[in-house]
Structures are given as structure tokens and as C-alpha cells.
């Protein structure tokens, strides 16, 4: 094997993760930008909007709290918002991303039907569980 092989190989294998799906992650993180993303995961299509960690806990302890009057909701929402903290540039990791986050997610058959009574949710998974990705997001014909 010459050396250039091996560079591919080790670009290729690393931890069955995408590269670059996790490079697109910590733009996100950054806070830089969002943008939609139709994820390949566990024989179903994920599409939604790819949001950093932080934008992500702090929706999703949002929705968790919907129900909850005044200070109740506040400490929930702060609860998760806290979960998001590492995500911002000072706590930021070192090493790349594990998770994907979307929001607006909805989830469709790999024919592209959506799933029934398919609102759009917060939505976590472990990069290493993604087959692929497209860029955009699928809409249901009833849309």
C-alpha cells in the first residue's frame, strides 16, 4: 500500500462518521448559520433544520416546559438551556461532534411519504447512526 492509500483509508474509516457532516455540524454550533438537511437514519428520511447544540436545548426546553405556568417553567427551560452551554465558544469541545440536531424535524419513508400526523419536532441523533444526507428539506405533498 503507498502512502497515499493509506491517506485515503484513514480519511475514509474514521469512527464509521462522516467528516463532513460533522464539519457542517460545528458550523452550526459556531452559531454561525443553520440550514435545512434530510438525514438517512435507521431506514427512514430525518429532514428538518440543522441547528447548533445550544439553539437546539434551548427550543427543546422550551417546548418541554409548554404547559408549565411562571417560575416552574423558567427553572425547566434553564434546566436544559444549561445542557447547551457547552456548545458556546468558551465550553465548545475539541473533538467533533457526535450528535445532530434539527428542529422542525419530520420524518418520511425512504419512498418519500411522510410519516402520519408528522408535526415538526426537536430532533437528536448520533452522527455515527446517519447513512446520508442531501441538503435541503422534504415537504409533504398536503403542504
Do not use: C
Request: charged content about 20%; proline content about 3%.
Amino acid at each position: 500500500m503507498n502512502e497515499n492509500n493509506a491517506t485515503l483509508t484513514e480519511v475514509v474509516d474514521i469512527d464509521s462518521k462522516d467528516w463532513f457532516l460533522q464539519d457542517l455540524i460545528e458550523i452550526t454550533n459556531s452559531g454561525k448559520m443553520t440550514f435545512d438537511i434530510t438525514l438517512t437514519v435507521g431506514g427512514f428520511l430525518v429532514s428538518g433544520t440543522l441547528v447548533g447544540g445550544k439553539e437546539y436545548f434551548d427550543g427543546f426546553g422550551e417546548e418541554f416546559s409548554f404547559g408549565l405556568d411562571g417560575e416552574a417553567a423558567e427553572k425547566v427551560k434553564s434546566a436544559f438551556a444549561k445542557n447547551g452551554l457547552m456548545y458556546t465558544e468558551t465550553h465548545a469541545p475539541a473533538v467533533p461532534p457526535n450528535y445532530v440536531h434539527l428542529k422542525n424535524a419530520r420524518f418520511f419513508h425512504t419512498v418519500g411519504t411522510p410519516v402520519p400526523e408528522n408535526r415538526g419536532v426537536w430532533w437528536r441523533g448520533r452522527v455515527s447512526e446517519v447513512v446520508g444526507f442531501s441538503l435541503g428539506a422534504l415537504v409533504a405533498d398536503d403542504e
